[in-house]
């Protein structure tokens, strides 16, 4: 089991999506990665993992792990921002350190 602890930037993020489906299935998939399940994932480099969520425009959401079991949640976007998503994240975790 995990903790987790969204950043305001991410809180914000995901408050902010329109398709009220979409915000369903990532809530779940939160829900599943709160109680160890992750799922398709993987590390995007300085500490900061994506999960991603092939519904749609690809959705992605950047986390770092804090401890053994406090996951800080960065901040999301879709393949299309990728890039900029990543340099947004790796940026917000080392704001942690």
Known sequence: MFRLRPLP?????L?????KAVRGILVARLKRL???L???????GDGVLELR???GAGWR???TIRGEDLV???AGGTKRTQAA???????LAALLE
């Open 38 to 44: 992750p799922g398709d994932c993987g590390p995007v």
């Open 72 to 74: 800080v949640l960065l």
């Open 15 to 19: 408050s902010r999506l329109r398709d």
């Open 85 to 91: 998503d990543i340099k947004r994240a790796k940026a």
């Open 53 to 55: 969520i092939h519904v």
């Open 9 to 13: 930037e991410f809180t914000r993020w």
């Open 61 to 63: 959401i950047y986390y």
């Open 34 to 36: 709160e109680r160890g």
